[in-house]
C-alpha cells in the first residue's frame, strides 16, 4: 500500500513538471524510467570549431556596421539622389576578407524609396564607369534586372565576386548574398531580418534577445530551440558546394536550409530544402 502511495504521488509530481515545462507527460515519464527521447532537433554539445567560430564573427561584425549607419534625410525624398557622405558598401569586404570584387569592378546600391518603405538595390559597376545617382538612372538603365527578365552579368552583382575556395569563402559569399542589402532599410523593407546562426553562442543571444516589444517565446519554444544545431556545414565538390546553414527571422522562426553553389559560376546559388525549426512570430506588423 505504501508503495502505490508513493507511486500515485510520484505521478502527480511528474505532471505538475511536465505542465510548467510544456513538456508532454510520456516524455517525462520516458525520462523516469530512463527511455531514450528523440528530440524535434538534434542537440549539439560540442565545442563550435574554428569555422563556425569566424563565419559567426562575420555575421555579428556585418550586422553591427549595418546597424552602426543612419538613414540620411535626404534618401526619404522622391526619387532620392546620392549628396555624398553615404555609406560605401565596398567596407564590406573588410568582414568578409575571402571574397573580393573583380578587377575594375566596385559593388554600389542605389535607393528605392516610396510610401510602402526604402531600401537599397545593390549592383556591381566597373571602375571606369560612373555610380548611379539615383534609382531612377538605374531604372533607366538596367530595368530589365528589376522585371526579371535580365539574366546577364550586370543584373547579379555576385557575379563579379570572387571567393578564394576556402568554406569561409563560400560561406562569405552566402552571407553577402542574403545579408548585404540590410542597412537602410525603412518601413515595410524592415521585413528582411533574416540572420544566420552559427554557434550556441549566438543562437542563446538570440532566443534571451527575444523581448518587449516582441512576443517571447514560450517555454516550450526556447527549449526546442536551444537544442538546435546551428554549426553549418560546407562540402566541396567538382562542379558544385553544398551548404547546411541554419537562419532566424522574427516573422518565421528558426530555419534550416540547405544552399548549392555552382564552383565555375559561384554567383549561381540556388536554395535546396527549407525546414521550420521552430515557429515563431514578433507579432508585429508593418
Request: proline fraction near 5%; charge should be negative; hydrophobic fraction near 35%.
Amino acid at each position: 500500500m505504501k508503495k502505490v502511495f508513493l507511486l500515485f504521488h510520484l505521478l502527480v509530481l511528474l505532471a505538475l513538471l511536465a505542465c510548467s515545462a510544456d513538456i508532454p507527460l510520456s516524455e517525462w515519464i520516458g525520462r523516469f524510467k530512463g527511455d531514450q527521447i528523440t528530440p524535434d532537433v538534434q542537440e549539439e554539445t560540442s565545442e563550435p570549431d574554428t569555422l563556425s567560430i569566424t563565419w559567426q564573427k562575420n555575421i555579428t561584425d556585418l550586422q553591427n556596421l549595418f546597424s552602426s549607419i543612419s538613414l540620411p534625410d535626404h534618401f526619404m525624398d522622391e526619387n532620392p539622389t546620392f549628396q555624398g557622405g553615404e555609406f560605401d558598401l565596398m567596407s564590406v569586404f573588410e568582414i568578409l576578407d575571402h571574397i573580393w570584387m573583380t578587377d575594375g569592378y566596385k559593388l554600389a546600391y542605389v535607393y528605392q524609396y516610396d510610401f510602402m518603405g526604402g531600401y537599397p538595390i545593390l549592383y556591381a559597376y566597373h571602375s571606369t564607369d560612373s555610380p548611379y545617382p539615383s534609382y531612377q538612372a538605374y531604372l533607366e538603365d538596367r530595368g530589365e534586372c528589376l522585371q526579371g527578365n535580365g539574366l546577364g552579368l550586370d543584373c547579379n552583382y555576385l557575379a563579379h565576386v570572387q571567393t578564394d575556395g576556402s568554406e569561409l569563402g563560400y560561406l562569405q559569399l552566402l552571407l553577402l548574398d542574403v545579408m548585404g542589402n540590410q542597412f537602410y532599410l525603412f518601413w515595410h523593407a524592415e521585413y528582411n531580418d533574416t540572420i544566420f546562426v552559427a554557434t550556441e553562442k549566438a543562437l542563446d543571444d538570440i532566443i534571451e534577445d527575444i523581448s518587449d516589444p516582441f512576443i517571447p517565446l514560450s517555454r516550450q519554444q526556447r527549449s526546442k530551440a536551444s537544442r538546435i544545431n546551428p554549426t553549418p556545414t560546407v562540402s566541396i565538390g567538382e562542379e558544385t558546394v553544398e551548404i547546411r546553414a541554419v537562419w532566424f527571422t522574427k516573422w518565421g522562426g528558426f530555419y534550416e536550409s540547405t544552399y548549392s553553389i555552382n564552383r565555375k559560376d559561384p554567383h549561381l546559388i540556388s536554395i535546396g530544402s527549407t525546414k521550420n525549426l521552430v515557429e515563431y512570430d514578433c507579432g508585429l506588423m508593418f
